[in-house]
């Protein structure tokens, strides 16, 4: 339907408590790109705030096909948002009840070139969040907090430090580069298991690149040779100044570029329908 017909009750639990999950799933030449992650990872936080699955997976496909088909050719992002669903407002869980589910396809804008060619600016700042990260939850009030200082220190992203360690970014996965070798924060609670990142892991060990899961300290960050972010619709961007000093040379480095040619050709693969690096 038009978005100006959609229209969700006052009374649903998203809106009231922020009681929901959802995923973002990039889409290109018509293919929803590494979709099967992307529903697994949607099983995991539906399970984790104990929300039944409204959908099967094929379910999720019929659904998805028919936003996709209105722009076959277009590169988008398909969000998706699912709710405990509508019910007379108490904290405890509600019996009986259905939930809500919201999708929409929005284009996806392209990283300009100057960006690729100059890489971005980022800030670091204290985690402020919960202690369930690793749930891709509709309550982003700590993240929106935490990218509006980015935005007001003119910079694109902040990079988040908890306890000494670099968990994420408040909207992506942070990967550092040192003499040679690709690190990155290793999954647990405090942080989003990106679907971007798995990918970026598994190109860098199909390719025989020096990669590791690791703690990284704060001191390591700013010593980095290379910094970047990853996310579904910004894919790898490599960050080159980070609290006004810059990373590495303050140019974009030589193993983000190896990187971000090996998941264009993943891209390439899909908009041919081909398998896309699964």
């Not at 009231?16 to 030449?29: A, S």
């Not at 306890?163 to 070798?181: A, H, M, P, Q, R």
């Not at 001191?219 to 006004?244: N, Y």
Request: one cysteine or more; aromatic letters at 6%; proline letters at 6%.
């Amino acid at each position: 339907m038009p978005l100006g017909q959609a229209c969700v009750p006052v009374l649903d639990r998203g809106f009231l408590f922020g009681d929901g999950v959802y995923e973002v799933i990039p889409v290109y030449g018509g293919h929803p790109f590494r979709l099967q992650q992307h529903l697994d990872r949607l099983e995991s936080s539906l399970k984790a705030i104990s929300i039944p699955s409204p959908h099967s997976a094929e379910e999720w496909k019929h659904i998805f096909q028919g936003l996709i088909d209105t722009v076959p050719d277009q590169d988008s992002s398909l969000y998706l948002q699912v709710t405990r669903g509508v019910a007379p407002r108490d904290h405890t869980f509600p019996e009986f009840v259905r939930p809500t589910v919201f999708v929409m396809l929005n284009p996806i804008k392209p990283v300009s070139a100057e960006v690729l060619r100059t890489g971005i600016k980022a800030v670091v700042r204290e985690d402020i969040r919960w202690d369930r990260c690793d749930i891709k939850s509709i309550s982003l009030l700590g993240n929106v907090l935490l990218k509006q200082e980015a935005v007001e220190a003119g910079a694109a992203e902040t990079i988040l430090i908890r306890n000494g360690l670099v968990t994420e970014g408040s909207i992506s996965n942070i990967f550092v580069v040192k003499t040679g070798e690709i690190i990155t924060p290793a999954k647990d609670q405090l942080l989003l298991g990106g679907v971007t990142r798995d990918l970026v892991l598994e190109l860098a060990r199909k390719h025989g690149l020096p990669v590791r899961e690791a703690e990284i300290r704060e001191l390591i960050l700013r010593a980095a040779d290379e910094i970047w972010t990853t996310s579904s619709t910004r894919e790898v961007l490599p960050v080159t100044m980070l609290d006004g000093n810059p990373v590495g040379d303050g140019k974009p480095g030589p193993v983000w570029e190896t990187i971000r040619a090996l998941y264009s050709q993943c891209k390439e693969k899909l908009r041919q329908g081909q398998d896309a690096c699964t």
